[in-house]
């Protein structure tokens, strides 16, 4: 990743907070109006500057029409930005917050998603916070999110569904698998599209990591708090000059002995597809001398849950053991480069002193070459990497 982007939420997150502070850190305000005029939904986005405890922070609020109607159903939504917004990294990541929402509104409400209402904030509201958070993770590029664990007030709050409790029913359905504190006061911290916000878009839970800090900013939230100033902050920059750095992950495991084994190829893929970094079977000898399979997965922090959901319902075990280990890579960056083959995605890793490791061409891409080429795979892995040590030692300026 290029990039690492730090949310620092000790007074909580909301859209409207973490839009402002995108803002704050740089998002041009024109970019975000334009997509939301696309969707023809008679919203403005106005903005503006409070200072809270001194700090200066960006405030946010939505302006609707008249006309606006306060309510729109999940299905409605998902259409509306399907077909209206530009296709790309910032319209997958609008419609995977407003699906993670929709799923727990429902959960909690006991309806399915497509017919989920959005109107304790206005439907106008959660679309303009969404696509401009979705907007500014994209203007960032490749960016590793990581979050602060979120703190969560006490006490009740009024909606159309009467009393509920803090936190609200869900934004606890959306924080399964992410750590929480009691922040000791009676405020709702966190909302649901806030929750919605840090589970898509955060890869990691943590005090801040190791980096070079670039710039940050301030959203600022719409209540004073008696302890705390209300804003949320954000901190951009890059990982430090050193190669090496690290993240936490879950490593799920299981041992099986009872499952068809044609069935691994399988359950393989669609743990992957479910968002896990690895998938490793090793065969085993199990109890009373029976052949076994030992799985083990490797998870981002925040799809822990639906891997091991998914890991349950796939194979035949019973029970799995998690624990959260850290993990220490090379730093790495993707390039695309001409080979006698076509063009291919090649990983580069970098040393303890920012020089380059190691290159090594995506699989799929030199499968395919060969298949398009009709040349056996070894012969392309050889082409293709005459192809990287020449444009290595033509950027070494040999």
Known sequence: MDKILYIDAFSGISGDMFLGALIAAGLDVAVVQAEIDRLDIGAKLSVGRVKR?????????????????TEREY??????????????YARDMALKIFALLAQ??????????????????GAADSIVDIIGAALGLAALGSVQVVCSPLPLGRGFVTTRHGILPLPAPATVELLADVPVVDAGIEEELVTPTGAAIVKAAAT????????????????????ELSDRPNLLRLIIGRPPSSAIFGDEVEVITTHIDDMNPQLYDYVMERLFSLGALDVVLTPVMMKKGRPGISLVVIAPVSECGTIISAMLAETTSIGLRVHRERRVKLKRRVETIQTPLGAVRVKFTFDESDKPAG????????????????VSIDRAYRLISGAINESSEKRAGR
């Not at 290159?359 to 009709?374: G, I, L, N, Q």
């Open 359 to 374: 290159a090594y061409p995506e699989y799929e891409d030199v499968r395919e070459a060969a298949a398009r080429h009709h």
């Open 75 to 88: 299905g409605a939504i998902r259409k509306l930005i399907e077909s209206r917004m530009s296709p790309g």
């Open 53 to 69: 405890n001194g700090i200066d922070a960006v405030t946010v609020s939505v302006v609707t029409e008249p006309k606006e109607e």
């Open 204 to 223: 990691s839970f943590s005090a801040i990591p190791p980096m070079v800090i670039e710039r940050s900013g301030y959203g600022a939230g719409d209540r």
């Open 104 to 121: 727990a509104e429902g959960r909690v409400h006991g309806r399915k998603a497509d017919h989920v209402h959005f109107h304790e904030v």
